[in-house]
């Protein structure tokens, strides 16, 4: 069973920076795209950036695009996610993804969660 440890999460001020990181049990999970989503309370959980490793860009959600940027240590199954210009409407739950399902944006595996909480 893969397992994706998540770290990173906290509480920050609007405008500053977070970084989180998330590192998956097994190697060969970044033989598949990888990725994060978040859930803020009452809603659902929504896409926030996908990486897919070789060959394309990673890929973002609008409401993220060029404040977030994802990367990775393909070799290490790692990937992070680093947040500048957070806003108090990025505060949710953020959780890794692996073996994201490009077609359907559907991970086969799930992190526990990192909470990130922007203060106004």
């Known amino acids: 069973q893969v397992q994706l440890v998540e770290s990173g999460g906290g509480l920050v001020h609007a405008g500053g920076s977070l970084r989180l990181s998330c590192a998956a049990s097994q190697r060969t999970v970044s033989n598949y795209p990888m990725g994060w989503f978040r859930q803020a309370p009452g809603k659902e959980r929504e896409f926030v950036a996908r990486?897919?490793?070789?060959?394309?860009?990673?890929y973002y959600a609008d409401s993220v695009k060029g404040r977030f940027t994802i990367s990775g240590d393909y070799a290490k199954s790692t990937v992070y996610l680093q947040m500048h210009s957070l806003k108090p409407e990025d505060t949710a739950v953020y959780f890794c993804a692996a073996r994201i399902d490009i077609a359907t944006m559907t991970p086969r595996y799930w992190g526990q969660g990192t909470q990130v909480t922007v203060s106004s």
């Open positions: 990486i897919d490793w070789i060959g394309s860009s990673p």
